[in-house]
């Protein structure tokens, strides 16, 4: 009877250190990858409240969304969706932190000198001011 306790005591001890360690991972960003992208205000959508009280769009203060195509270090692009609480600087170039499962983390502008040559590639006379 003891041997089985102690083997279920061990068992959930093991399951907690993994959970903790997921979470850790989880919340810290680890293994997010950097996209860019190109502001587009044509793709920009009003997401704000529509008159509720309650906003269930989990994306807090984020009143704008946008939907672009952007580019990994390697060139490979996407489609991603993120959100922003004000309308972005036409033609400015971003650079996104994308979480597998949790998505956009954050974005900043850079400038286009900053951007990894493959991705310079795919903006070939590629910059709006």
Known sequence: MKKKMLIGIVAAAILAAGFMCFGIWFLSGA????????????????????????????????????????????????????????????GAFIRLTVMPVRGVLEWSEVQYEELPAAVQDSYTGGRKD
């Open 31 to 90: 293994g997010s990858t950097y996209y860019y992208g190109q502001i587009d205000n044509g793709k920009l959508e009003q997401t704000g409240s529509k008159g509720g009280v309650i906003n269930f769009s989990g994306n807090g203060n984020m009143d704008y969304s946008y939907t672009l195509f952007c580019y990994n270090e390697d060139g490979k692009g996407k489609d991603i969706t993120f959100g922003t609480s004000r309308e972005l600087k036409e």
